[in-house]
């Protein structure tokens, strides 16, 4: 079904833990709401694992959610690299939630 798109949702996840990382960090000091810049990214992601709007849920947008605020949790580096398993972790857990 969506297997083709793996590694692009495993990287459109980890551009968006890495942006994630900037806004929570930003937002720590006091100079951005995350509210106000939020990419939308797990829209593309629904789209490209081919979920039907039936299919999405609370559930799911929780999950994605919990996973982006992980990623203060890790180093900052420029390629974001340290990221790449938290990002192959979240596709898996959204993988397995769709398909239950």
């Given at each position: 079904m969506y297997k083709q798109n793996e590694q692009l949702i495993i990287d459109l996840i980890q551009q968006d833990l890495k942006h994630c990382q900037l806004i929570y960090?930003?937002?720590?000091?006091?100079?951005?709401?995350?509210?106000?810049?939020?990419?939308?990214?797990?829209?593309i992601i629904y789209q490209l694992m081919d979920i039907s709007h039936e299919k999405r849920n609370d559930y799911l947008?929780?999950?994605?959610?919990?996973?982006?605020?992980?990623?203060?949790?890790?180093?900052?580096?420029?390629?974001?690299?340290?990221?790449?398993?938290?990002?192959?972790d979240c596709y898996y857990r959204l993988k397995y939630l769709v398909e239950l």
């Open positions: 960090g930003l937002e720590q000091l006091g100079l951005s709401s995350s509210s106000m810049h939020h990419l939308e990214i797990l829209e947008s929780e999950t994605y959610a919990s996973f982006m605020s992980m990623a203060i949790n890790y180093e900052i580096t420029s390629n974001g690299e340290t990221l790449k398993v938290l990002a192959e």
